[in-house]
């Protein structure tokens, strides 16, 4: 196939045009592109007909990976969630089946999945939070319940 892309020699729509146009614009306002290249290709974008020729205007232009200050070399996501991360929520949740053992997994594994995560740019840090707070909460309350019930007897 000749083309560089599915669609190649199929004519845009004017929504596609406006699509190329805006990551221009972001490019430009990131700094990707100097004022003449933004220029260049803006023009080049208003005579582009087809998805190939749009293509050809953004294909140097794929956004950055995020910048990260303390880690070098950067992350790069590898679009996968990180197993401890759901093991914590799992545990957390689970802990009305294994109260106190459940929590200490719970934080344990979800301490460990986010700075596995940290260091990979895996997805789940919402899990290990939300697996972190369940256990935290449900070690928490089980000792306030014990020294309650312990001050009440004495």
Known sequence: MATGSYYGRMRATDADREKV???LQSAYADG????EEFDSRSTALVNAKTYDQLASLTTDLRRPAPYQAQS?????PSGRTNALAAVSLGF????IFLP???AIIAIVTGHLAKGQIKD???YGSG???AGLVLGYVGLILPILLF???LGAVG
């Open 21 to 23: 146009h805006e990551v």
């Open 32 to 35: 990707r592109l100097t004022w």
């Open 72 to 76: 070098y070399p950067l992350a790069v």
């Open 92 to 95: 957390g949740v689970g802990q």
């Open 100 to 102: 106190i053992l459940g």
């Open 120 to 122: 990979s740019g895996d």
């Open 127 to 129: 899990l290990a939070t």
């Open 147 to 149: 020294v309650l019930v």
